[in-house]
Structures are given as C-alpha cells and as structure tokens.
C-alpha cells in the first residue's frame, strides 16, 4: 500500500516512531520539496501506539493531515497471514488468531479517530490499488510516472526502457559547425531539429501514441512507464526529442522524470 502512495508522488516513511512524527511534519514543511507525506504506523509500535491518537489530534491543528485506518475481516487476516506464511507482528509467541485479537483491541483507539477506514477484505492487491488512487490522486495529475531518457546507440540500449524510439532519422546537428558543441537541451540546437517537417510529423504521432497507450497502461496497474529516444552519441537528436514529449506529457498532467542517460559521455 505504501509503494502505492509513493507513486503517487508523496515522500514515504514505514513504520516511523510515533514520537517522531510532530518532528517529521515540521522538517517537511520546511524542505519545501516534500509537498506530500505518508506514514505507516502499525502494530509493531508497540506501547508508542497509545500515544498516536494525542499525536495526531496536535497535527491536524498544525498541518492539514488525513489518518487512514487499512483493515480487514478476522478470517481475510488469518487466511493472509497463511498465504505468506508470516508471523503476526504482535510476536511469534500467539498464534494468528490471538495476535488479530491483540491487535484489534490495540488500535480501536486509532480506528476511533480515523478520518478514512479502508476495508480491504474484499480487495485484491490491484483493486486497493486503484482505490487508493482514486482516493488520493492529486488533482491534475495522473498515477503513472513517465520516465524520458535519451540515450546513445553506440553506447547500447537502456536496459529498463519499456518503449525505444530511434530518432536517427531526424537531421543530425552534429554535422552543422555552429550547433556541434550544444546538446539538444541547447534551445539553438532544438529549433534546428524541429524545423523539418518529419520532426513535427513525429512528435505529432509520438503524441497520439502516448495518448492512447498511458490511460491503458494505468487501468492495467503500471506505475512506471520509461520511454527512450536514441539517437548515434545521446548528445543532440535524442535529448531534444525526449524533452519535447516530456513537455507533452506534463501538459497532459502526467508526472516526469526526464534522464540523458550519454550526454556528458557524448561531450567527453
């Protein structure tokens, strides 16, 4: 569930002190690049647990916070428990029944307080998923993180790229004097690759590929899409192409991550 808010875009922290979240709330907020935040609080806090409902009542008058409280029928917990074949956090000295026992009476406080309750006893692992992100997508953006990475082919192709695109085909500025020692970055070197028809025909159709293809990636569950752009050294073609569709991209309110993978390789 945790990895799920990740995708998301908000900083996680498993099982973090309960005495330490007011500190972490503070830190954050000062960061000023954590916009966002989820922390899993369970079992395993122990006696620290009686504290949280105090705790969280001094945050949510502080910062604007939601507690969500994940449960499930007794029977769904054990069958789990079986399935991974794992011991209750509550200690390998109970049996599964007892520690679903401990643990319900342990967090009734909690579940009390709760702005959320998530019932995940009919739930597979996907249809939480999807839950969560309807829950608590921001608005705007999408819960699939694009990554764009330009890359040279004389240096090999990306291992984890799930689609390539060769933009050998496009106009090389290599071979023009005075664009030769920019990158593609370089807004020069970009206008050059542009300015030939089958640049626009290409980012247009490139476009109304990701278009179609993203939604259904996301409804199947991905949550991270890496696209690669090649070009021969990873230094102009590929760069401005992969920062073009990640303009795009972004304006389509989807989340990026823009990687060149040989840039300065390429300029060695």
């Not at 503070?26 to 922390?39: F, H, P, Y």
């Not at 009686?50 to 969280?56: A, Q, R, T």
């Not at 109970?94 to 009919?122: H, L, Q, Y």
């Not at 920019?182 to 990701?210: C, D, H, M, W």
Request: net charge positive.
């Amino acid at each position: 569930m945790l990895r799920t808010f990740e995708d998301l875009g908000f900083y996680c922290v498993d099982n973090l002190p309960v005495s330490f979240i007011p500190s972490f709330a503070q830190l954050s907020m000062d960061d000023g690049e954590i916009t966002r935040a989820a922390l899993l609080v369970d079992a395993r806090e122990g006696d620290q647990l009686k504290k949280l409902p105090h705790v969280y009542r001094k945050l949510r008058r502080d910062y604007p916070s939601t507690l969500v409280f994940i449960e499930a029928s007794n029977e769904a917990l054990a069958r789990r428990f079986s399935e991974t074949r794992r011991p209750h956090p509550m200690g390998a000295d109970f049996s599964v029944a007892e520690g679903i026992r401990m643990e319900r009476a342990r967090m009734a406080p909690i579940r009390a307080i709760a702005d959320v309750v998530i019932d995940t006893t009919k739930f597979t692992v996907h249809e939480l998923r999807r839950f969560i992100i309807d829950q608590f997508e921001k608005a705007g953006k999408r819960a699939l993180l694009v990554s764009l990475v330009s890359f040279g082919y004389r240096f090999g192709l990306p291992a984890d790229a799930d689609l390539v695109f060769d933009v050998r085909f496009l106009p090389n500025p290599h071979f023009v004097a005075k664009l030769r020692p920019y990158s593609g970055k370089n807004p020069r070197v970009a206008r050059y690759i542009r300015s030939f028809k089958q640049t626009g025909e290409f980012l247009r159709r490139i476009e109304g590929l990701l278009g179609y293809l993203i939604p259904h990636y996301i409804r199947e569950g991905k949550s991270y899409l890496t696209i690669a752009f090649g070009c021969t050294a990873g230094r102009h073609r590929s760069v401005a192409m992969a920062e073009a569709v990640g303009k795009a991209l972004e304006k389509r309110g989807y989340m990026t991550k823009m990687e060149h993978r040989d840039l300065e390789r390429s300029s060695a």
